[in-house]
């Protein structure tokens, strides 16, 4: 997404991070004003989500202020964190940003146990359950995108083509991306556009291959996933990689103003986009959500519950907090990742990790949200799978993948050298 991630080296993060628990945060209040908790966050005047978050939660708990605290966007959200943590002077409850590094945190033993608050969760909260290292939790999400397919019905139309129904594979949906490109292409337009980063092929990849791990040591499940994609860009149907990278090229203008008929995407852009139509930084044009191609057949249809990615966004409790606070806290994740917390977000845009009837009526009350039965089907139904699964590992592998993707989609590397090179690297490197 996807959203650069990164890799805090394992032992010395965990080191420094255990220094958390010698410190701890701010006193509470006085008996006769509010408890105040503090909340990690990033670019307030471009995420509402927290400020939304402590508003909805201070509405119903008067007692209780829940104050933000602004951290760097981006990588250094990590790296700042961290280094607060490791000083004693960490939030009370913080997002735990990249799936990726929540072992590296849990480990360090800068998040509290909160086994007890997953416990009381709805089972259906998307990515709760890849939560859980050694039987406890220790951060639970409150956000769940999930990758979609988005298209331009104009274009399709345009180019006689028809629309997703919630029946491809990735079959055909390269052929659809060949036929637009024909019809209504040239130089200015092309069928789909895939961004340049490396979960667009890989995280489908592994979460729609049977058997496929990230842990396993075979990597062989990435190259027919690798191979469609390489003809689809010699085709000219999307853009070249080099391209992407080079031109520094965005999937938003590159949808929003009309040069791509299709674009997988995260669930987080339908309120981006929807936002960009409003103030004209995206093109006024019809627009639809059909479920993720898949890998075959047998899971696709709107009987069928299609398969894609997407890694929650978790938030967890600072170990080192003031046991006076531990209560409120954990109260305040209750109503993030709960049905509460769920409607704010949605009131907002936001994909929250909990899709029920309100949330989903919420979503599709918006306006400029796509209002046809598949567009409704693609966000609701779907088995989320991780792109980062919880583990020890993930962090190393993922970057040793994200060369293998680099070397791949340049055509620097052919795919089963490439292969082959990650796999020993990955023996060699991680064991």
Known sequence: MKRNTLVITGAAAAASLVLAGCGGSSSPEAADGP????LAGWDFASTPEFQTLADGFSEANPDVKVELKEYPAGDDYDTALTADLSAGSGPDVFIVKNLKNYVTFQAGGALLDISDVAAELDPATGGLAAMEVDGATYAVPYRQDSWLL????????????????????????AEAAETLTEEIGGKDVTGTYLHGWQSTVQGFALAQTQGASLDGGDFGYLAPFYERELATQAGGAEPTYSTVTTNELTYQAQFGTQKAAMLPMGSWYIATLVSEQASGAADEFEWGIAPAPQLDESTTGTDNTPVTFGDPTTMGVNAAIDEEKIEAAKEFLAYAAGPEGAADLAGIGITPALIDDTVADTIFGLDGVPQDDLSRFAYTTHETLPENPVGPNTAALQTILGELHSAVMSESTPV???IDEAEQRAADEVG
Do not use: H, M, R
Request: glycine share 6%; hydrophobic share 30%.
């Open 150 to 173: 988005y298209y331009n019905k104009e274009l399709f139309e345009k180019a006689g083509v028809d629309t997703p129904d919630g029946s491809w594979t990735w079959d055909d949906y």
């Open 35 to 38: 408890l105040t908790i503090t």
């Open 416 to 418: 089963d050298q490439a």
